[in-house]
């Protein structure tokens, strides 16, 4: 497609209950990463994806959170068991890979608002 | 990982004026991109510039890497201008390639 599609736009959900989050990268793009925007956190990275090489996990806040990526294009983000703490604006964003290991511009989804009751 | 802080956290203007925003980061990077939040929450991106000059329309952006800041410009606002501004950065080392650091924000709000 012409940009980043993120599915749901928005999610409400009662705390315990498990959610998934969906991001379609823009064709073409090796690298998908998830962040997550929050008032009192601010910007921050999630998990990064890149071709088939394992993912880095390393922003995931609990072992709640988990994230696949099928077939080198769509990703799921899941969370179990939500907390009302993880209420948070939820955004994909996909890149070429530029000069080998670096990436080039990141292209941001509009993101999915999870509201967690 | 890389701090990176952003100036002034809020700025107000009226309608052409221009204004200058700032990006200080604490360590060499490979990757710096400016974005505009629109009031839908959508990140647009405006510049992808890990060093040098560039300029679209109206904005235009420095980075000087090796005194590790960036500057965003804006020229003759726009109410359509107001919004978040962030300044991201890719470390060029360590475990944490890939992943953009974000600073906190400078929020515009430009009056007619």
């Known amino acids: 497609g012409a940009g980043v599609s993120q599915s749901p736009s928005n999610k409400v959900t009662e705390k315990g209950k498990d959610v998934e989050l969906r991001c379609d990268p823009i064709?073409?793009?090796?690298?998908l990463y998830w962040y997550r925007q929050s008032l009192g956190q601010g910007l921050e990275f999630l998990i990064y994806f890149q071709g088939n090489s394992a993912p880095d996990k390393s922003g995931l806040p609990s072992d709640r959170f988990s994230a696949e990526r099928t077939g080198g294009s769509v990703s799921t983000l899941t969370i179990q068991r939500t907390q009302q703490e993880d209420s948070a604006v939820y955004l994909c964003?996909?890149?070429?890979?530029?000069?080998?290991?670096?990436?080039?511009?990141?292209?941001f989804g509009p993101g999915t608002r999870l509201t967690v009751l | 990982g890389i701090q990176v802080e952003q100036s002034p956290p809020d700025l107000i203007l009226q309608e052409g004026a221009n204004s200058t925003l700032r990006c200080n980061f604490s360590d060499s990077v490979n990757n710096l991109q400016w974005f505009h939040q629109n009031p839908w929450g959508q990140l647009i991106n405006l510049f992808y510039i890990p060093s040098g000059t560039k300029q679209n329309g109206r904005l235009s952006a420095t980075t000087v890497a090796t005194e590790r800041y960036s500057l965003l410009y804006i020229s003759s606002s726009q109410t359509t201008d107001s919004g978040v501004y962030f300044c991201?950065?890719?470390?060029?080392?360590?475990?944490?390639?890939?992943?953009?650091?974000f600073g906190r924000g400078t929020q515009l709000t430009v009056w007619p």
């Open positions: 964003a996909s890149s070429m890979i530029a000069r080998g290991l670096f990436t080039d511009t990141q292209y």
């Open positions: 991201a950065v890719e470390a060029d080392r360590g475990s944490t390639l890939g992943r953009l650091y």
């Open positions: 064709s073409g793009h090796t690298a």
